[in-house]
């Protein structure tokens, strides 16, 4: 509904800034398309391009070439960048908003790395450029799942928040124990230590670089062991649960009598204002 | 029901106590959920101080503040408990009530380590502290998501009881066939150990301090974890079922005209013969 | 209903022996269900005292006390033993049951140990006790969830058997290849030991005995580490579908036409018949 | 229906090719499932034969075994690929199909051994020998199972790839991280290792040959532990929900009398209003 409203300020934009825009946001023409997929394709080349910056036996000829590959992806992003600005409808808008900041926050590091020594520390900042595959997957049918999966989690954000604070609470409980039976002599060397050794063993990762060595030790590692195996059915149950309620909230029929749209797929009549409700489209 | 039945003995409260008890109980006025805000604030703070007093790298003026914190955070905990002897309708109902035992339990320690010396075997009544957390949560809508995940749990409880026979057979007979078959010069050092090693796999925890040498003792180790990678679908299957079962339990006012017997929360008419449901009462 | 038939050779049981099966066998008097409650406090105390035996670093007189205790189980046992044989209606039929063999298997190893020497290899049939457990939970509603687990993993049997030959496949091919990248001096001596690795490895059980060493190697294990990540997905959803379905089973409410037992809570009609359904009881 | 319109080819196969592949492609006679549940023990045998093959201390009489083993299996696989390509209805069509093409690759490495030498590096092609199983399990319920496993896990396709997309994302921001917090000295010696570390850690496989030595990277490391451990309930309600959707979508028949859309596989009449419904399609 909102989109229609701002109908007007569309006439001011000129016509090249519009087919800009159709380019770069729009998803159905076949150019628009193509676009995406060499965006996608840019964005994965570069993320690899700093990863392997990072490996330390690369020759002087490879590390000149991968600086120069560097460069130009920043051009290019910034190309992008720019485009996204001239043809978006609202440009301030879209500057502001989440992807808007990740495609400048992405493109800065390399023009800092001009002004600042040491710019190896910007590396964080390119890793964020991953998250623009998000966008790119607008182009298909995947943002509709990944928003189904967002509903999911959020409908069971309380449930997910009191699973967290059990397993904390858990976890605090167990290294503390550990760390009184244990000792630093066993590698539980202070509590927060310890707190480290539960999560890793009630996430069932078990690095194996702290383990317990007394008889106790074991003893309380198997509980918390058995109770992490366990506990994980916990987080499984709500996010099914999450993800049922989810689909089901979309499956939304609308009652002609008060507007209710959250329907079992079996109801002949709302079940707010009892009107009958319209025969359901077979899914 | 039964909290409108003592409504005599209410009268005889004096003004101040009831108001006392409006702010430290009460969810709904905003200095009663600004007061929950500062005191979840507060034992968050005291955990992690608890657990900070543990690192053995600690400067001595660091290791001063701690202490002096420690003593803040006591009088005020204090303070909060008797405010809630004072404040609460039946003062001796609260004090043995599961929270009240918590609060009591949760500011002794400091105490006794004015009269015992070596408090540090007080570090673990100390954790106990961030049980009140739950209570904290009282808050919010979290106790009712709470609620129903305990609704759940408990209406898996011989389900998940039967698991864990199962588990624990399996487990007892994975050890003592590794202990036979590895025996002590590999680390399988007695049945107990063994039976450690065994929840270590099967839970898929996986520390290494403790693995198979030989060919036959990781053929077993294999047949063990492929077991313990399936079994860990069974509690998942059965939270999630009980989980479905807790709420639809939630759910069920029968129809008067047609006998429907499952209906959301929030219906108020069939909707399967459009007849007017029963209200529901409060969960 | 094949209980009711053989009430004729009931006659010929003497009194004593009735009420001995009523004792040893019955669920519902307060002494069968004392007698079930003892049984299972001396299982468990068995298990434990044939684990403590294996632990090394045992006293003379401990391990003299133990061994004393092995042999008042194992009298209690043949006693348990003989008595379920004259108590039960069908001695035969019990002899030759499941629970009957592990009954007998139990208590052989201790008079085995008399004649020959090196009993300690008998450690695994001694494992064994633990199955009776279940045969305990009998005393409580604990042997019915054992039912429906056990009805949902046959409804899934199929399943899970495409689910585990699919498994098998995937570790196979991955065992292969990092046996070929990474070869016997990184650890993956040969195909079987690097099976062992893959098993290791996508049961996310991880002991880190043996590791990826080449870079090919780390990408083909986190391939599989993501692989199996995701597979274990597989099993927990035909695990929750097969409880759902086992539970349906149960609704069953029988067609009066045709005697089929299966309908779907919400059915009018017989689905096969489409005879009229007795209307159904509030779950 | 596509399979009934090439009847007229039929004619000009001979007899003894119609009677060949009625034993090898057929489900139904006695003399077909035999040879199955041969051809299913055979392949088994070989997959082992090849495994044993890579042990280093075989004696060299054990050796020549497998040797010749070896290319007894080979033997038999060409006879029964010779027979496939004659007693197929359209032997191009089977060359063709993917279990013809893994038919054929199986049986080239050892025919290549004679005229290449370090025939070893085959030894990866002859693992996919056992992808035949598959085939095999054609002979029973085991094809439906797997279809419905397949339709689950296409049905949910997109929301995996949008769930992979979701780790990767999170793999490489904490591999990053935790390479520029760690460093090289402490084993995180480049941000590609750092990501396989993460790999590692977020799916709680936990070797532990890389594992962070710094409070802050353990600060983060356990962020990812616990991000791993909830995240991993996601593609597990995904795909209980998949197998729900995959097994609803094959019941899809339309009531005639009343719409109800929702009939299970062996549903004759309506479950709701008790009208005859259209008789099912095979799957």
Known sequence: MAHRVDHSPEKTRPRWRQALGDL???????????????LIVLI????????????SGLSA?????????EWAFTLLFTLDYLGRLLGARRPLHYAR????LVDLVTILPSYLSLLLPGSQYLLVVRALRLLRMFR????????????????????SRERITVFFISVLTLVIVFGTLLYLIEGPENGFTS?????????VTVTTVGYGDISPKTGAGKFLASLAMLLGYA?????????????????EARQGRLCPGCGLGKHDPDATFCKRCGASLPSQSSP
């Open 61 to 69: 000829p490879m590390r000149a070439t991968l600086r120069w590959t």
């Open 136 to 155: 790119v997957f607008k182009l298909a049918r995947y943002t509709d799942q990944a928003n189904l999966l967002g509903e999911a989690l959020t409908a």
């Open 97 to 100: 908003s989440f992807y808007g």
């Open 44 to 55: 994965v080349a570069s993320v690899i391009a700093v990863m392997l910056e990072s490996v």
């Open 191 to 199: 509590i927060p230590t310890s707190i480290y050794w539960a999560i």
């Open 231 to 247: 506990i994980i059915a916990v987080p499984t149950g709500i996010v099914t649960v999450g993800l049922q309620e989810a689909k």
């Open 24 to 38: 770069i946001f729009g998803l159905e023409t076949p150019a628009a398309r193509l676009y995406d997929k060499v």
